[in-house]
């Protein structure tokens, strides 16, 4: 169990914030003031707590990858400015498989699985 959770955070957490890293790199090369650059960001939830819960959650997901992105200014003048435009949609648990379990009772699969724990993520699409 050690190693799976191991890997679990060697190929999902520390890939993905390496893959983040390398986006902003990409979107501060088209940060030229010539034209919008339009984003969407996606909050999604596990099952584990209520609906308006997980909404809220999915949210304050979003809302902590732009904090990230204003840590670079360019970015954050960007954002400010209007060049950079990010529509937010928080899904809650809406996309969630089925089969995670929501038991707070039952630790391992509701909050420690490595499906559970997917299910718990921001997703970026640029818009054309």
Known sequence: AKNEMANFYEDNIFSKQKELDDFI???????????????????SASPLHD??????????RIES????????????????????????EARGEKYASESISDNRKDLKSSIYNPKAMMER????????
């Open 51 to 60: 609906s308006d819960y997980n909404l809220k959650l999915s949210f304050r």
């Open 121 to 128: 993520r921001v997703e970026i699409y640029l818009l054309d």
């Open 25 to 43: 790199k990409i979107l501060l090369k088209y940060l030229d003031g010539e034209k919008e650059i339009s984003l969407i960001i996606k909050g």
């Open 65 to 88: 990858v732009i904090n990230y992105f204003k840590q670079f200014p360019l970015v954050a003048k960007s954002i400010a400015d209007g060049e950079l435009k990010i529509t937010k």
